[in-house]
């Protein structure tokens, strides 16, 4: 067959019956005379018929090529049938490369990977930037139920596994909401109520240990308190009476104290040591023997000759009531800049250090005077090298205790460095006429300058970063007038119980409650029962939450309420706007600017 007769046929064969789906193309390519039983078959497009493989010249190609087998030629008719079956499936394959390589550079088909492409890279770009759940395969879920013990979610705190939180008042306005933010963040909840009825139980969640007991009872509390490892006081009495108010909120604060501490101290004892949360005692007057090591001196802060001689004198004493049985440090200052004081050497139980501690309680009673406590800080063998620090302290009439943290004494010596407790070695308690303030209840018709302190013990109380017990109390706002007094009354005196506890206590007086949505306003916090405004209760129930962990919260009172324009020269609060977001920690500086123990 001549060329041009070649060509006419690859030319029919391509472009037959007009149709693009019937364009074969096949090149048969023969072996040389040594391999004439061998052929190759490069696949163009589609195959060819027999008489166009044997006049096709042989070309190079860089397609890949499939070889078959050496067989002997076939005969005819089954070469036609091969033939056709042939030409079938090479047309079905080259249709799907033909649309593959037309998708590969259509413009179409280009412009909308390379718009997925960039949407891919524009989200994972934007998600740097937000705060969104993290992604987590099957085998990372997996092994977070095994590390934490249970499932976890994006609300979820770290440790909460391990931590039990005891809510009293659980089903107040407050506790309802306190529970499930509790139980969403991981953490193991037990429930405090009065009346374990069917009422009650509906208003909890079902996963929610619920334990019967009442805290005016202090008997019916242990089952409560074991396996706690904080509290959430939300209860309030329910009624107006007085007997009610000094049982939930005076009481019953006492009684859930006393109870959560002598839990610890078993549990410190069953591991043959002392709980982390017990004050260290060191000195307790309860005998005459415990006055020896105390002296009493007497000085001037500057020396007026001329005043000196109009001048009545000063006088103290420490001395052992045998009536009462207590220790009393007494006396009066007529001196102008004159003082007395009461001092001892301080001998703590062996191996133990005050820098292992936060402050000191002092358990006082007396006519209500001001005090100054100094401690000398310095090298036993050299006391010539001691620092002297001072802290002044309010007492009141009857008896107080009265919390001093070793972060309120300041050096005498300006230069002189912070107060290390470590070094600590001398207590003394100074009396001195000036600052005096008049008491509402003066004993007597005693004049400011004469003085009488009753020492029951003082203590040093332990240091600890987390606070172990919340209380919601009031700040009197949107209660009506005829029962705020005894409210605040009752109130106040379970603060105080708590204060002088030795436990991280954490202390929150909201403003009037309201029922709405929380996080969607911002907050005031502040000190001085200056704020008026309300305050949603999902919001106090979340300060409650993030106050458990939070190292700024530990031992500080404070009022929250929303925020509002204050009257012009009275902006004395601190404005905190937070965002209704679960990971934004507003309270964290809120708080570093409040004063602790107050």
């Given amino acids: 067959m001549s060329t041009a007769t070649a060509a006419a046929a690859l030319t029919s064969t391509i472009f037959g019956n007009q149709n693009p789906c019937n364009r074969r193309w096949m090149e048969i390519s023969h072996s040389p005379a040594g391999n004439a039983g061998r052929r190759s078959l490069v696949t163009r497009a589609a195959a060819s018929t027999d008489k166009e493989k044997k006049n096709q010249p042989k070309r190079k190609t860089k397609r890949p090529k499939e070889v078959l087998e050496e067989e002997k030629p076939p005969p005819a008719a089954a070469t036609a049938a091969e033939d056709g079956e042939m030409q079938g499936v090479s047309t079905a394959t080259s249709v799907s490369a033909i649309k593959s390589r037309l998708d590969e550079v259509n413009p179409v088909g280009l412009g909308r990977r390379s718009r997925q492409i960039f949407d891919e890279v524009w989200r994972k770009f934007s998600g740097l930037g937000t705060i969104s759940r993290t992604a987590r395969t099957d085998a990372d879920e997996e092994a977070l139920?095994?590390?934490?013990?249970?499932?976890?979610?994006?609300?979820?705190?770290?440790?909460?596994?391990?931590?039990?939180?005891?809510?009293?008042?659980?089903?107040?306005?407050?506790?309802?909401?306190?529970?499930?933010?509790?139980?969403?963040?991981?953490?193991?909840?037990?429930?405090?109520?009065?009346?374990?009825?069917?009422?009650?139980?509906?208003?909890?969640?079902?996963?929610?240990?619920?334990?019967?007991?009442?805290?005016?009872?202090?008997?019916?509390?242990q089952t409560a308190i074991e396996g706690c490892n904080k509290i959430i006081y939300c209860a309030t009495a329910r009624s107006t009476i007085t007997g009610d108010l000094n049982r939930v909120d005076n009481l019953g604060v006492y009684n859930l104290i006393k109870s959560f501490q002598d839990y610890n101290n078993k549990l410190a004892q069953l591991r043959a040591g002392k709980s982390s949360k017990s004050k260290l005692l060191i000195q307790k007057f309860k005998s005459e023997d415990a006055m020896s090591g105390w002296k009493v001196r007497e000085g001037t802060y500057f020396q007026d000759v001329i005043a000196a001689k109009y001048d009545g004198g000063m006088d103290a004493k420490f001395e052992w009531s045998t009536e009462n049985e207590e220790a009393v440090f007494s006396g009066y200052v007529f001196n102008r800049g004159g003082y007395v004081e009461l001092s001892k050497k301080l001998s703590l139980p062996l191996g133990n250090t005050l820098d292992r501690y936060e402050g000191l309680v002092f358990s006082v009673g007396g006519n209500g005077r001001a005090y100054v406590i100094i401690l000398e800080a310095g090298p036993l063998a050299d006391t010539s090298q001691s620092k002297m620090y001072f802290s002044r302290i309010n007492t009141k009439v009857g008896f107080c205790r009265v919390r001093v943290p070793f972060s309120s004494f300041r050096a005498v010596n300006p230069e002189d460095p912070p107060l290390d407790p470590f070094l600590v070695h001398t207590l003394t308690i100074r009396f001195e006429p000036r600052r005096q303030k008049s008491v509402d209840r003066p004993i007597g018709a005693q004049d400011l300058r004469s003085f009488q302190l009753i020492l029951e013990y003082i203590k040093a109380l332990p240091t600890g970063q987390e606070t172990d017990f919340i209380l919601v109390s009031c700040t009197g706002s949107g209660i009506e007038p005829t029962r705020r007094e005894q409210v605040l009354k009752a109130k106040k005196a379970g603060e105080d119980s708590l204060r002088r506890s030795g436990l991280g206590y954490t202390i929150i007086r909201p403003g009037p409650l309201v029922e709405e949505p929380g996080g969607q306003r911002a907050l005031i916090f502040d000190q001085g029962n200056r704020i008026s405004q309300g305050i949603s209760c999902a919001d106090v129930a979340d300060i409650c939450v993030k106050a458990l962990h939070d190292s700024t919260a530990r031992n500080k009172s404070f009022d929250v309420c929303y925020e509002y324009v204050a009257e012009p020269g009275k902006e004395l609060y601190e404005l905190v706007a937070h965002l209704p977001d679960k990971a934004n920690n507003y309270l964290t500086p809120a708080l570093s600017v409040l004063e602790k123990n107050t």
């Fill in 145 to 221: 139920l095994l590390r934490e013990g249970g499932p976890m979610c994006e609300f979820a705190v770290p440790g909460a596994q391990n931590t039990t939180v005891l809510v009293v008042g659980a089903t107040s306005r407050v506790g309802r909401i306190v529970v499930r933010k509790l139980m969403l963040r991981g953490y193991t909840v037990k429930a405090l109520v009065r009346n374990a009825d069917r009422e009650v139980v509906d208003m909890l969640p079902t996963s929610v240990e619920i334990v019967t007991g009442d805290v005016g009872e202090p008997s019916t509390l």
